[in-house]
């Protein structure tokens, strides 16, 4: 089993920036990917960032050159950095991890199914005003 929990969510301006966090517990060792999602009300899901143990690193185009992913083996926490946000990145972010053996691009493909090698955290709101 993997735990993840995320902080560093909030409320900020059009243009501004704010870095989430997620700290994984549990069998970490199990883990070959991190990753985050978001969901808005009344939308689905939406893959935006994984990174693999060995630091390799995909986005999604609604994110890409905005949007960094980081990881720290050493705390077994991942980061998402975002800059320039807009109102449309309002959302619930959540972390996930995958204990099955793939790559990033097939990480942000899968993160948001329900699959045993899915885990996930209980989110954190981020809000962006205009």
């Known amino acids: 089993q993997v735990h993840l929990v995320e902080s560093g969510g909030g409320s900020v301006q059009s243009g501004g920036s704010l870095k989430l966090s997620c700290a994984a517990s549990g069998y970490t060792n199990s883990i070959y990917c991190l990753g985050w999602f978001r969901q808005a009300p009344g939308k689905e899901r939406e893959p935006i960032a994984a990174i693999g143990i060995d630091g390799t690193t995909t986005y999604a185009d609604s994110v890409k050159g905005r949007f960094t992913i980081s990881h720290d083996n050493a705390k077994n926490t991942v980061y998402l950095q975002m800059n320039s946000l807009k109102p449309e990145d309002t959302a619930k972010y959540y972390c996930?991890?995958?204990?099955?053996?793939?790559?990033?691009?097939?990480?942000?493909?899968?993160?948001?199914?329900?699959?045993?090698?899915?885990?996930w955290g209980q989110g954190t709101q981020v809000t962006v005003s205009s």
């Open positions: 996930t991890a995958q204990t099955t053996s793939m790559t990033t691009v097939q990480a942000l493909a899968v993160m948001t199914t329900f699959q045993p090698y899915n885990y």
